[in-house]
């Protein structure tokens, strides 16, 4: 356990060696964009959202995945890094079918509201309507493709908290998509512990609990939080 | 629009032992299962196990992936997931005969694109899809190192040189019911 | 196995040597027009004349000049002497030859004539090339370990365990200045020493064979002719970082490859050139062998990893890279065929020797896979620093029926084109990138003035959007909207716009994807923007340009798009 000390923006900050970017800027305040991003499960560096500029290397750096060192010089937003997210939230709304104003998480979504702070007002690419089902055969809970953004934060929820792994990737490429089992409804599913950690995790509407209709989807993420910390918080002991 | 909503299921069939039941009765299970233990049901041995059971069986169908995701211990959707990801395995029936077209760069130059327009257009399929009398599939693939003698076709394994639209659809005549 | 089982070994094969040998190419490229029935017919046709003490049939690798197989060639020497290896490759290379032809070639041994057509050995395609990695390539039989015992094989493996430590074997790496022959053309030594210094209990050597680019067929030539050059490189660099396990990760594409790797992983078990004990020292090593599936995104080292484990081929963010944690998270060292197979080299000659070959950057040899609009395709191996015009003109001949070489696509989907005139650039890492391509694993795809450049871009792009893993969103969802742009440009509807649109994109997946498929797919794009901007603006919709722009007059002149191949 050892301590770095390094600036970001122009803010001196320190922070144990083992701690990445990201959390060294959210300790001192400063918000780095995420979306595949969950605090509790490890990190993917997918979505590429929280790329940071340091000073000396050439390539842009996940802040989610990549460790402080010492003296590094980091720079969390600049015109070029804007421009950047912009283009990858506009990939993400021209890929499948966003449509917030019929969405279960219209107003509690991640998406949408990266759009809205990143300033992304329009989607200048192509939109590419593909044809992707609505899985609604669980008793408890629907998964609308449409809505997905492949974050995968479903995917390891299932598998690194609940240990279930009923929810993985099949396909590659833009036909990836979230299944469960063997590709087979969410419903039919022998592994599926309906613990619903996969919808409190989903940033999109694209997980939402059976009977919500529009903007009527929020999520508690405390609850997967403390699922995770409890242990070493100590509060397990009621 | 009623084909992308799946139906509500409220019975669970107890999948997984069917399958062992049907395993215990086919000699290609237990063949599948010594390859497993020969890699001692390690997880990393998937894809040779994939590999093992599409040789035995031609292709993977669910029940299959059941199976080896019991027998390694994994989850399902990771065996399946895995399954998809690579190209090399398929999860539907080839046809009896299989003609894949190199559509590597070199090929790709030389004209493999024609060589594929002719066949699709003779057989009425498209890369990727199997005829409806299960006589032919007709795949691509990404470069079989055969740029030397370019365009190159793959005739049920066999590596065919320097083909023309002409030389393809001599070839692939005899293997679809309709062909004249 | 001590040294003098391995001399014994290379005499008894030198011993057993005939006056006369014909060696029949038994790689893939001559094997798919059929020269295993050329190999019998030969059998048959020795036999039948009587010849079997003096002549010696040998099936072997790639001689090189693929597009004429089933090549064989016939070397002879006065009675009384005996073909040795310094002396083989001098007579008479026969090309196209059938099994029917094949018992006239045996004739020409006892005097006789054949009308077979034999390849002229002045030719630069075979006088300009310096072989390394390709020295025993058309020469051993690749499925007999003793033909390379005899060839000096495993000797350098023996002179690094008996007299060598790590570390000096890491120095002599460094000093040959042997770089990366996967593509970026990192150092190996520099790999080398990392992955030695990094400490843990296990660590693992890979070789990479999962030869994805399009149009690149080196490596498969390597395997299919030197396997045990590639096993000897691999236990080498075993010895120098510390590993016990390899692995060599290949193609499923190749099954040959595949079935002579397994062949040579047998004979080295059971001479004791892998296993326990190796030389009577310490150090043990095995490998074994890893079947790709057709996943391009292999081919990038923590993908394949990923796949080495048995899980879906997608990659992770570097660091911490392969050398620190790699495959199991253990210190994994990971290297190309092409690379490993330069090593037992190295070792023999030395790191001197190998360093007075090429430029100053980039040394030694590299061996290209020529294919596309050009008279020879098949393999060369040249010096770093050969200029492009003499290895496209002189030694592939040009292009074929008096056409007119318009460009050279190296580097595969990651690399671009090199325009005709660029073509005096001497062919090294530094050079290649300075004009936006790559060197890449070696394919070289030449085109001439039929092939449309914006048709190239689209069909590398293609191949970017249905190899992509799918895990980062600029890769996934980037490459298909270039790919929809391009296509868009190619059916006349795009205004300049778009073409920005398509220029930022590019820009924008090259900075932010998440590994090397993502940051280079770009590049065959941006490549042909540059050296062929124009052929992208007659394109562009006829109300696309504002008055006066160009474009306009040369519009007529550009052959309308024919629909797209694949799917």
């Not at chain 3, 008894?12 to 038994?26: D, G, I, L, Q």
Request: proline share 5%.
């Amino acid at each position: 356990m050892a301590a770095r000390t390094f600036t970001i923006d122009g803010k001196h900050v320190s922070a144990d060696e083992s701690a990445t970017i990201l959390e060294a800027a959210s300790e001192v305040g400063i918000t780095i964009p995420t979306l595949c991003h969950l605090d509790g499960v490890y990190d993917v560096g997918a979505c590429r959202l929280c790329l940071v500029e340091v000073t000396g290397v050439p390539k842009l750096l996940p802040a989610c995945t990549t460790r402080v060192a010492e003296g590094m010089d980091i720079n969390t937003d600049s015109e070029r890094l804007r421009k950047y997210r912009r283009m990858t939230l506009e990939l993400l709304f021209a890929e499948r079918n966003h449509v917030c104003a019929v969405c279960v998480a219209n107003s509690h979504c991640e998406l949408q509201t990266l759009a809205y702070t990143l300033g992304m007002d329009h989607v200048r690419y192509e939109y590419t309507f593909p044809r992707w089902p609505v899985d609604n055969t669980h008793s408890l809970f629907g998964m609308d493709h449409n809505r997905c953004i492949m974050c995968t934060r479903c995917v390891r929820v299932c598998w690194h908290i609940e240990g279930a792994g009923t929810k993985n990737v099949s396909g590659r490429g833009a036909r990836s998509q979230v299944i469960s089992d063997l590709n087979q409804p969410w419903g039919t599913s022998e592994t599926c512990t309906r613990c619903g950690k996969c919808v409190m995790s989903c940033p999109t509407g694209a997980l939402f609990a059976k009977g919500v209709t529009v903007s009527e989807m929020e999520r508690d993420r405390t609850k997967l939080e403390f699922i995770v910390t409890a242990r070493e918080k100590k509060q397990w002991i009621a | 629009m009623t084909d992308m909503i799946a139906t509500l299921s409220t019975k669970k069939e107890n999948r997984l032992g069917k399958v062992l039941e049907h395993a215990s009765g086919d000699k290609r299970f237990k063949i599948l299962e010594a390859h497993m233990k020969k890699h001692q049901f390690k997880h990393d041995a998937l894809i040779e196990v994939l590999h093992k059971a599409q040789e035995l069986f031609g292709f993977l169908e669910e029940d299959l992936l059941l199976f080896i995701a019991h027998k390694l211990k994994l989850p399902a959707s990771r065996v399946y997931g895995v399954a998809t990801f690579y190209h090399f395995f398929t999860l539907k029936p080839k046809g009896q005969h299989t003609c894949v077209v190199c559509m590597g760069t070199a090929c790709y130059v030389k004209g493999a694109d024609k060589v594929l327009a002719a066949i699709e257009e003779k057989t009425g399929i498209k890369a990727g899809e199997t005829t409806e009398d299960n006589q032919l599939s007709l795949l691509t693939a990404r470069c079989i190192g055969a740029c030397g003698i370019a365009p190159a076709v793959v005739y049920d394994g066999t590596v065919t040189p320097r083909q023309t639209p002409q030389t393809a659809l001599d070839r692939v005549k005899g293997w679809t019911s309709h062909g004249n | 196995m001590v040294i003098d089982d391995l001399i014994e070994i290379a005499e008894k094969e030198k011993a057993a040597r005939k006056p006369c040998v014909v060696r029949c190419c038994m790689a893939a490229g001559c094997m798919s027009s059929n020269s295993q029935g050329v190999k019998e017919a030969l059998d048959r046709a020795v036999k039948a004349a009587g010849l079997e003490d003096r002549v010696e049939v040998r099936g072997v690798g790639c001689m090189k000049l693929c597009c004429q197989g089933p090549l064989v060639q016939i070397d002879q020497e006065a009675p009384g002497a005996t073909v040795e290896v310094q002396t083989i490759g001098k007579g008479p290379l026969y090309e196209k030859v059938t099994p029917e032809s094949a018992a006239s070639l045996i004739e020409t041994i006892k005097g006789g004539s054949t009308d077979v057509s034999a390849a002229d050995p002045q030719h630069p395609f075979f006088t300009q090339q310096f072989s390394i990695v390709l020295a025993n390539s058309g020469i051993v039989d690749p499925e007999r370990i003793e033909s390379y015992i005899a060839a000096e094989g495993y000797h350098a493996l023996h002179d690094v365990l008996r007299e060598m430590t790590p570390k000096e074997v890491v120095d002599a790496l460094i000093k040959s200045g042997l770089r990366g022959r996967g593509g970026a053309g990192y150092p190996t030594g520099l790999k080398w020493a990392t992955v030695a210094k990094t400490a843990s209990a296990q660590k693992y050597v890979i070789c990479n064979a999962d030869e994805g680019d399009p149009g690149a067929f080196m490596d498969r030539s390597v395997l299919e002719s030197d396997p045990h050059a590639v096993l000897e490189g691999m236990a080498i660099a075993a010895h120098a970082v510390g590993a016990s396990q390899g692995f060599i990760y290949v193609r499923a594409e190749y099954p040959l490859a595949i079935s002579r790797l397994q062949t040579a992983i047998k004979q080295a078990k059971q001479l004791g050139l892998l296993g326990s004990g190796i030389f009577e020292s310490p150090f043990n090593f095995s490998i074994d062998l890893r079947i790709g599936a057709g996943a391009f995104v292999c081919g990038e080292e923590t993908a394949l990893m990923a796949s080495v484990e048995g899980k879906r081929g997608t990659p992770r963010p570097r660091p911490p890279f392969p050398a620190e944690s790699g495959l199991y998270n253990s210190p994994t060292l990971i290297n190309n065929v092409e690379t490993f197979a330069n090593v037992p080299a190295i070792i023999r000659k030395g790191a001197d020797w190998f360093a007075g070959i090429g430029t100053e950057k980039s040394k030694g040899t590299k061996v290209f896979a020529l294919a596309g609009k050009i008279t020879n395709t098949g393999l060369i191996e040249v010096p770093m620093g050969t200029p492009l015009r003499k290895i496209v003109e002189e030694m592939g001949g040009g292009a074929p029926d008096g056409g007119t070489i318009k460009a050279v696509q190296t580097g595969g989907p990651s690399g671009g084109c090199i325009p005709a005139a660029a073509l005096d650039t001497p062919v090294d890492y530094d050079s290649l990138t300075k004009l936006g391509s790559i060197m890449g694993s070696g394919g070289m795809i030449v085109m001439d003035e039929t092939t449309r450049m914006v048709d190239v871009a689209r069909f590398f792009m293609e191949f970017c959007m249905d190899e992509s893993c799918g895990k980062c969103i600029p890769c996934r969802a980037g490459t298909v909207q270039m790919h929809h742009l391009l296509a868009k440009i190619l059916e006349r509807k795009a205004t300049l716009r778009d073409l920005q649109k398509l220029e930022e994109l590019c820009d924008m997946v090259r900075s932010t994807s998440l590994c090397g498929l993502g940051q280079t797919a770009p590049n065959p794009v941006l490549s042909t923007l540059r050296y062929f901007r124009q052929e992208y603006l007659d394109l562009l919709r006829e109300d696309a340009l504002g008055p006066g722009a160009n474009g306009h007059s040369s519009r007529t002149t550009t052959p309308a798009p024919q629909p797209a191949g694949g799917n």
